[in-house]
C-alpha cells in the first residue's frame, strides 16, 4: 500500500457497527477530500455502497471494514489519522489530516491541479474580499483553462478586463505551458457552448 493513512481499532469497531446499521451487503467507507491542497479542503467520509466508488479508487481492505480512498485525495492523506474517542456522549469520530492544506504541486502534476493551487493560493484570497471566487472547471484542448467566475465577480461589467486581464495574468506567469483562459460564461465563443 503507497498511502499512509491510519485508522485506529477504534475507528474501525465504530465504522464497522454503524456500517452494519445500513443493512447493505457490502457497504463500504470512502475517504476523500474536496478542494485538496488548498486552504478550504475539507476531509469528508461517507457511505459506500457497491457500484459507489470511482473505478481509480483505491482500496484498503481492513480487518473489519473496507474503505474506498479518493486517487486524487491520496498524496493530501499522506499520515492521516481516523480515530474515535469514545466518551459518555457516546463519542466522536475524528479524522486528523495534517497534509490536506498542503499543496502537493510540482512541476510534474497535472495542468489542472497547478491551476487549481494558484487559484486558490494567490487568486481567490484577494477576489474574497469582494464576495467573488473563480472555480476552474476544466483544462481544454491547446491547455485553454476554462474558468467559471462566481460571486461578486458574475455579472459585474468589469469582470471581463480586470479580472480576467490579471488573472490570466497571473495563471501565465506561474504555468508556462498554459496557453490562456476562458470564462464558461463566455458567450462571444459560442464554438463549445454548452445549451
Not at 3 to 12: E, P
Not at 76 to 93: I, P, S, Y
Not at 124 to 136: Q, S, T
Request: aromatic fraction near 6%.
Amino acid at each position: 500500500m503507497s498511502q499512509t493513512i491510519q485508522i485506529t481499532d477504534s475507528a474501525q469497531d465504530y465504522l464497522a457497527e454503524l456500517l452494519s446499521k445500513q443493512n447493505v451487503e457490502g457497504i463500504a467507507v470512502r475517504i476523500f477530500i474536496t478542494q485538496p491542497g488548498t486552504p478550504y479542503a475539507e476531509t469528508c467520509l461517507a457511505y459506500c455502497r457497491p457500484g459507489e466508488e470511482e473505478p481509480s479508487d483505491e482500496k484498503l481492505e481492513l480487518e473489519k471494514i473496507n474503505v474506498f480512498l479518493d486517487k486524487h485525495s491520496l498524496p493530501f492523506l499522506d499520515e492521516a489519522v481516523v480515530d474515535f474517542n469514545a466518551d459518555r456522549m457516546g463519542g466522536q469520530l475524528t479524522i486528523k489530516a495534517p497534509n490536506a492544506k498542503m499543496p502537493k504541486v510540482n512541476a510534474d502534476s497535472p495542468l489542472e491541479d497547478r491551476v487549481n493551487y494558484v487559484l486558490y493560493s494567490e487568486i481567490n484570497p484577494g477576489l474574497a474580499a469582494h464576495g467573488g471566487e473563480i472555480k476552474l472547471i476544466q483544462v481544454a484542448e491547446e491547455n485553454i483553462a476554462v474558468l467559471q467566475f462566481g460571486g461578486g465577480c458574475q455579472g459585474c461589467a468589469a469582470v471581463d478586463l480586470t479580472l480576467k486581464e490579471g488573472v490570466e495574468r497571473t495563471l501565465l506567469e506561474r504555468i508556462p505551458e498554459l496557453k490562456g483562459i476562458r470564462d464558461v460564461t463566455d458567450h462571444t465563443d459560442t464554438t463549445n457552448a454548452y445549451y
